[in-house]
């Protein structure tokens, strides 16, 4: 285990310091004091960089929030399954309590039409024996014609209750998927205006945005480095340390809204895989994950941990260490490995916590 451990620690430092390289040949040269470029003429290029980010999480809330209801989307239509099987099971239940009281009647009908009750064949039969003999049978008789017309009773009523059930679990099902629907056409719309926005904008207002947004992240690692919040170096459990190796192999993957693997990821569909794949199912939205599993403090993260960001933990990324965390970050980027600090950090959870 302890080999394994280290195994994964070479990895992030060299994946880390990949991606600090790839950072500094895309950003250039660093610029010369003083000669920062200026805004382009129209909206400033900072209130651009604001812009896109409330876009980029509005995009992500949206996308969150129609993870979560197809997630309860898909548990009602196995409900439905699940209550129709039933149905189904009781139906024929109670297509043969209905023919077993019927056949009871007929043998009734033909048994007393023309003969005799069984206290005048007792009193009028040479053989008090054989008359007593059949009196006991069609008291047995009769108490199962109660029997079978007791569990008509119970099939109808357990047939009328599924009945219910089955139509209410459709409607339930029916009204999730039109809401899905509708949070579909809102997460388009989201990345509808991203698109625009970024489309909109020159060759020189995208360099600067990328400049800016690099700036303000490294800063905020700065800070978070600085403040002391982080702990030392901690191993992964055995279960952190194969959901930190299958975030890995995703590196360079695109981010897709809504997906979970195996070739696309959104942010919570990759931290849910990774546990999974580690033998640990956890739910499957990050504001799922924050409510469910066991909250750390920053200064405890290990390998595996769980990080989420901004208010409403609409957004996960899983802790590699050295302050550093693999996310799918949003739409047009890929699965990679990024500051801890790359955005404003809610708390950490622990997946595989007792």
Known sequence: MSGRIVRIARVVRIVCTAVLLASALLAGPAPVAGAAPADPPGQPVSSLLNRLRTL????????EAYNATDDKLKRQRAEVDKLNEQLADARVALTSSREDVGRIAREQYRGTTGGVSPYMDFLLSRDPQQAADRSHAIRRAAGHRALAVERLTQDEQQSATLASKARKALDVQQTLAATQAQQRDTVRKRLGEVERLLASLTPDQLAEL?????????????????????????????????????ALAQVGRPYVWGAAGPD?????????????????????????????????????????????YFEGATHVA?????????????????????????????????????
């Open 56 to 63: 980029y999480r509005q995009a992500e809330e949206a996308s």
């Open 210 to 246: 990328r400049r800016l947004e690099a700036r303000d992240v490294g800063d905020a690692q700065r800070r978070l480095l600085a403040s002391g919040a982080l702990g030392g170096p901690q191993a992964p459990s055995r279960a952190g340390g194969l959901a930190v190796q299958y």
């Open 264 to 308: 696309s990821f959104d942010c919570s569909g990759l931290t849910s895989q990774a546990w999974a794949h580690a033998g640990n199912p956890i739910p499957r939205t990050s504001q799922e994950q924050w409510r469910a599993l066991r909250r750390i403090p920053l200064n405890q993260l290990r390998p595996g941990d769980l990080v989420l």
């Open 318 to 354: 899983l802790y590699l260490g050295d302050g550093q965390v693999i996310q799918a970050p949003r739409t047009g980027d890929v699965v990679k490995v990024s500051p801890l600090a790359s955005n404003p950090v809610l708390g950490a959870v622990r997946p595989d916590a007792p």
